[in-house]
């Protein structure tokens, strides 16, 4: 599973490149304004969690929540 995960998250961080150029072209900002912000290498993660549907009000899960993140895709 390495593998495709690799090749997802790198598949992942050009998509948010490509994106970040086009909102600085699209704000008629320079082309690397945003992409320079995050330097050569960003700091990402990928988590692969799975919580089973329950109707239970209290204890583990993902509760509705916002990422502080420039992206999240």
């Not at 072209?25 to 692969?48: A, N, T």
């Amino acid at each position: 599973m390495q593998g495709a995960v690799s090749e997802f998250m790198a598949g992942m961080l050009n998509m948010s490149r490509y994106l970040l150029t086009g909102f600085a072209v699209g704000l008629g900002l320079p082309r690397d304004f945003f992409i320079d912000s995050f330097g050569p290498e960003p700091i990402y993660s990928f988590r692969s969690l799975r919580y089973p549907e329950t109707q239970q009000k209290e204890g583990w899960g993902v509760a509705p929540h916002t990422d502080k993140r420039c992206l999240f895709l």
